[in-house]
């Protein structure tokens, strides 16, 4: 069954420092996001991304958070100058498109628990 | 992906019983809802969805009902095996916004043997 990966699993970095969260959708998925669950809350969604722009963003997805598609293949979330209130779990998401169904359902890849000291 | 330290709604059912697990949802202009199943550690896994046009849509073993009158959908699994332990969020995508998903706070599901 076709996996959205996600790396690294787990990420330490110091307040202040940029990180540089990975991910591969599935290979015909058109739409592509990121959210992120705070440990002990809800998933949240931060952004959505398809024809190489951004389609939709939340209130949390400010300045200091950005997307990326640099190739065919990869969607990277870029998080300039961590604090430590970023320190949650982050889900990348993609779908074949937006409507319903088993085909385009969201698939998420299994995480990366960024930790943020 | 755990929810440690949240208080979640729980449902104890016993191996072999049906669970049914309910959600309010908080728009009532949602056109389409999804439930997932998280397990400890990873992301939220894809079961069912519905649109809401219709008010029952069938899986394996997993029925989903909506209710648009009180803004409420429910998950019925179907003779619940231990595997089915995990925490079951449904969410919910608003008329108007073209992709993102609005999540509820999840209950957790316990299969005792």
Known sequence: EPEVTQTPSHQVTQMGQEVILRCVPISNHLYFYWYRQILGQKVEFLVSFYNNEISEKSEIFDDQFSVERPDGSNFTLKIRSTKLEDSAMYFCASSEGVGWGASYGYTFGSGTRLTVV | GESVGLHLPTLSVQEGDNSIINCAYSNSASDYFIWYKQESGKGPQFIIDIRSNMD????????????????????????????????????????????KLTFGTGTRLQVTL
Request: hydrophobic fraction near 35%; charged fraction near 20%; glycine fraction near 6%.
């Open chain 2, 56 to 99: 029952k849509r069938q899986g394996q073993r997993v029925t989903v009902l909506l209710n648009k009158t009180v803004k409420h959908l429910s998950l019925q699994i179907a003779a619940t095996q231990p595997g089915d332990s995990a925490v079951y969020f449904c969410a919910e995508k608003w008329t108007g916004t073209a992709s």
